[in-house]
C-alpha cells in the first residue's frame, strides 16, 4: 500500500570528546600532555532515488540517528569520526518543518525532490572535541582538561510524498478512472462496481505517437474530500504537480452538472492552483446509450459548463485516441 505521508525525528552523530592523557615514558617522569582529539560526529543526508517508491520505511520507523565520533585516545589519536547516515526518499518527496516558535500548525518547506540522485544535507554532526595537547602552554604545561564534543543537529521533519505524473485522472467514485488508467496505460489497478475500489493512487505509463505520458488516478473524490470526508485529502496533493487534468464523469449520472461542480469544488477548496490547470472534459461509458443520445447529452452539458466535452468509453475504447490526442 503506498505510504505518502511520515514524520520523523533525525538526529546527527555526537562528536567525540578529547582525551585527557600524558606521555609515560621511559626515564620522563613529568611527560607532556598527548590526549588526541574526538571524532566529528556523523551527518545525516536524505537522497533521492527513483527506486524508492513510498515513504513506508519512514511510517514504520520513527527515530533515525547517525553514529557519534569515538573519543579521543592517549598518544595523540583522534578519534574515528561517525559514519553518515543517508535515507532514501522517493522522487515527488517534500521535507517539511514546523516553523520555530510557532504555535499554529504552519510548517515551512525545507526541500522538494524531484531529481533522481538529489542529496540535501539535512542535519550535521557535532564537531570533536580537543584533546588535552591543544591546552598546553609554558604557563600551563600540564593540563587536566579537555574539550567536550559537540552534540549534533536534531530536526522533526514531515515527509509528504505528491506523485510526479503528467496528467492526473479525477472524478466521482465509479466514473471509470481506474478502467480508463487501464486502458491507457501498463497499469493493471483493482476495477469494481462499488465506490472506493481504488484505495490508493495508481500510476500508469502510455506511449502516444512516440510520447510517453505518465497517468495518475486520484481516487476518494467526493463533497467534503478536501476537509478529510472519503479518501480525498489523502491523495489531492498527489494531483498538485500534474500538467493537466482529465476529469471523468459517468454519462449516466442523474445530475451530470452537480458532478462536475463537486470536484471543482473540492480542487478549489485544496488549492486555487489546482483550478487554473488545464481540465479536459470527459463523459464516460457511452457505450451503454444510442450514439445521437450520447452527443445529446454532451452538447447540453457542454454548454451549461461552458466547456468542451468529449465522448468516451473507457471499457470499448470509444473516443479514446482523441483523448490521448488531446493531452500531447
Known amino acids: 500500500m503506498l505510504t505518502d505521508e511520515a514524520k520523523i525525528f533525525i538526529k546527527a552523530g555526537k562528536g567525540g570528546d578529547g582525551a585527557v592523557s600524558f606521555r609515560h615514558e621511559k626515564y620522563v617522569p613529568k611527560g607532556g600532555p598527548d590526549g588526541g582529539d574526538g571524532g566529528d560526529g556523523g551527518d545525516i543526508y536524505l537522497i533521492c532515488k527513483a527506486d524508492v517508491q513510498t515513504l513506508t520505511n519512514y511510517a514504520r520507523k520513527k527515530e533515525w540517528l547517525a553514529e557519534s565520533g569515538e573519543n579521543g585516545r592517549p598518544k595523540r589519536q583522534t578519534g574515528k569520526d561517525g559514519e553518515d547516515l543517508e535515507l532514501i526518499v522517493p522522487p515527488g518527496t517534500v521535507v517539511k518543518e514546523k516553523q520555530e516558535g510557532d504555535k499554529s500548525e504552519g510548517e515551512r518547506i525545507i526541500h522538494d525532490f524531484i531529481k533522481e540522485d538529489d542529496r540535501l544535507l539535512i542535519a550535521r554532526g557535532g ?6 595537547v591543544h591546552f598546553a602552554s609554558a604557563t600551563r604545561q600540564a593540563p587536566f582538561f579537555a574539550k567536550k564534543g559537540t552534540l549534533g543537529e536534531e530536526r522533526r521533519l514531515k515527509l509528504e510524498l505528491k506523485l510526479i505524473a503528467d496528467i492526473g485522472i479525477i472524478g466521482l467514485p465509479n466514473s471509470g478512472k481506474s478502467t480508463l488508467l487501464s486502458r491507457i496505460s501498463n497499469a493493471r489497478p483493482k476495477i469494481a462496481p462499488y465506490p472506493f475500489t481504488t484505495l490508493e493512487p495508481n500510476l500508469g505509463v502510455a506511449n502516444f505517437h512516440g510520447k510517453e505520458l505518465i497517468f495518475a488516478d486520484i481516487p476518494g473524490l467526493i463533497t467534503g474530500a478536501s476537509e478529510g ?28 452538472i ?11 477548496q485544496w488549492s486555487e492552483n489546482l ?12 457505450d451503454t446509450m444510442l450514439p445521437k443520445d450520447s452527443k445529446k447529452v454532451a452538447k447540453e452539458f457542454s454548454q451549461k459548463i461552458g466547456k468542451n466535452v468529449l465522448l468516451a468509453s473507457a471499457i470499448s475504447g470509444l473516443g479514446i485516441n482523441e483523448l490521448l490526442g488531446k493531452l500531447i
Open 229 to 256: 470526508k472519503g479518501l480525498g485529502d489523502k491523495f489531492l496533493r498527489h494531483i498538485e504537480r500534474t500538467r493537466k487534468l482529465i476529469h471523468l464523469i459517468d454519462i449516466n449520472s442523474r445530475n451530470l
Open 275 to 286: 483550478l487554473r490547470k488545464e481540465e479536459i472534459v470527459v463523459l464516460n461509458k457511452i
Open 127 to 132: 564537531n570533536g572535541g580537543w584533546g588535552n
Open 258 to 268: 452537480e458532478d462536475y461542480r463537486i470536484i471543482r469544488r473540492e480542487l478549489e
